[in-house]
């Protein structure tokens, strides 16, 4: 099996074949998890690579040269200290994805210094690093996933996100997705409430992030002051207890969407702070994604 040309390591080779035609998802071996190392010795925090089938190889390393452009003199200087640091990759013919992290940062095969027994690297945080010296020694920091083949549910707090969200997490690879409410005469919500707003998804990163922050950012929200916004449409009582919420996404003016799973854990309508209180917008979210296009 072979990408532009290149041979796959056999192992790779056999994980591919044995998903047929479904991504595979693997986990960090517990010596990894405990020691926090690559397999030079290099820190190295948990990871879980999904490998990529073989169409996805093959789109995914076609993106490389767009996604991954290389470094300036000053910023390669910043990150001099970085574990495993490779300077640059500017010739990516020689360059093949074959997984990734949930975030989308792509581990890749490096045939550039030995086109039979490629290095594996990673894209990660703006930079190139090294992970092991060759596939095999790759696999030997993780351990199989016991469940079938196919990629993980994404998840913040132990919830599971939306397919649709989900999707649209992994198709930005790590970026953030600017969206609008589509034209109507009159702008409303999923509920016929009036509703008008811009949102960027977040990456799963940030939705962690946030929502970790949700209880200390709106710890000062006085609970009367909020319940006195009762009669405005779409209000929902004061939240004292967020465990069961997660933030997907904001306004340009940083005031966020959320996904509520306090009364349905499968099914998480869509919420909204702003102007001191909280309100409906979406009893899910594919209703919610039904009211959004793409911003331009």
Same mark, same amino acid.
């Given at each position: 099996?072979?990408?532009?040309?290149?041979?796959?390591?056999? &192992?790779?080779?056999?994980?591919?074949?044995?998903?047929?035609?479904?991504?595979?998802?693997?986990?960090?071996?517990?010596?990894?998890?405990?020691?926090?190392?690559?397999?030079?010795?290099?820190?190295?925090?948990?990871?879980?690579?999904?490998?990529?089938?073989?169409?996805?190889?093959?789109?995914?390393?076609?993106?490389?040269?767009?996604?991954?452009?290389?470094?300036?003199?000053?910023?390669?200087?910043?990150?001099?200290?970085?574990?495993?640091?490779?300077?640059?990759?500017?010739?990516?013919?020689?360059?093949?994805?074959? &997984?990734?992290?949930?975030?989308?940062?792509?581990?890749?095969?490096?045939?550039?210094?030995?086109?039979?027994?490629?290095?594996?690297?990673?894209?990660?945080?703006?930079?190139?690093?090294?992970?092991?010296?060759?596939?095999?020694?790759?696999?030997?920091?993780?351990?199989?996933?016991?469940?079938?083949?196919?990629?993980?549910?994404?998840?913040?707090?132990?919830?599971?996100?939306?397919? &649709?969200?989900?999707? *649209?997490?992994?198709?930005?690879?790590?970026?953030?997705?600017?969206?609008?409410?589509?034209?109507?005469?009159?702008?409303?919500?999923?509920?016929?409430?009036?509703?008008?707003?811009?949102?960027?998804?977040?990456?799963?990163?940030?939705?962690?992030?946030?929502? &970790?922050?949700?209880?200390?950012?709106?710890?000062?929200?006085?609970?009367?002051?909020?319940?006195?916004?009762?009669?405005?449409?779409?209000?929902?009582?004061? *939240?004292?207890?967020?465990?069961?919420?997660?933030?997907?996404? %904001?306004?340009? %003016?940083?005031?966020?969407?959320?996904?509520?799973?306090?009364?349905?854990?499968?099914?998480?309508?869509? *919420?909204?702070?702003?102007?001191?209180?909280?309100?409906?917008?979406?009893?899910?979210?594919?209703?919610?994604?039904?009211?959004?296009?793409?911003?331009?």
């Amino acid at each position: 099996m072979e990408v532009n040309g290149l041979p796959l390591p056999a &192992a790779l080779e056999q994980i591919v074949r044995d998903g047929q035609g479904e991504w595979t998802a693997w986990l960090t071996s517990e010596r990894v998890k405990r020691e926090r190392k690559d397999a030079y010795g290099n820190h190295f925090d948990r990871f879980d690579p999904e490998f990529f089938n073989p169409e996805t190889m093959i789109e995914v390393t076609s993106t490389l040269p767009g996604r991954c452009r290389p470094q300036s003199e000053e910023v390669l200087q910043i990150l001099a200290g970085k574990p495993g640091l490779i300077p640059y990759v500017k010739d990516f013919s020689k360059i093949v994805a074959f &997984a990734e992290l949930v975030n989308g940062e792509p581990f890749c095969l490096d045939y550039r210094e030995n086109d039979r027994d490629p290095e594996v690297i990673l894209y990660q945080d703006g930079y190139w690093r090294q992970v092991a010296p060759n596939f095999t020694a790759f696999m030997e920091l993780l351990e199989p996933s016991s469940g079938r083949p196919g990629r993980r549910p994404l998840e913040v707090n132990g919830l599971p996100l939306p397919a &649709a969200l989900a999707q *649209i997490v992994r198709d930005a690879r790590g970026e953030w997705t600017p969206w609008c409410f589509k034209e109507k005469t009159e702008p409303v919500n999923a509920y016929g409430d009036e509703f008008d707003a811009s949102i960027e998804t977040s990456s799963l990163e940030r939705m962690i992030e946030e929502t &970790a922050a949700l209880p200390h950012r709106f710890d000062l929200v006085d609970e009367e002051e909020s319940n006195r916004q009762a009669e405005v449409p779409g209000f929902l009582p004061y *939240i004292g207890d967020y465990s069961q919420i997660v933030v997907f996404g %904001s306004t340009g %003016s940083g005031d966020p969407f959320c996904l509520d799973y306090r009364d349905n854990p499968q099914e998480p309508r869509v *919420i909204f702070f702003q102007d001191g209180y909280w309100q409906r917008v979406a009893p899910n979210f594919a209703a919610f994604w039904e009211l959004l296009e793409p911003d331009p």
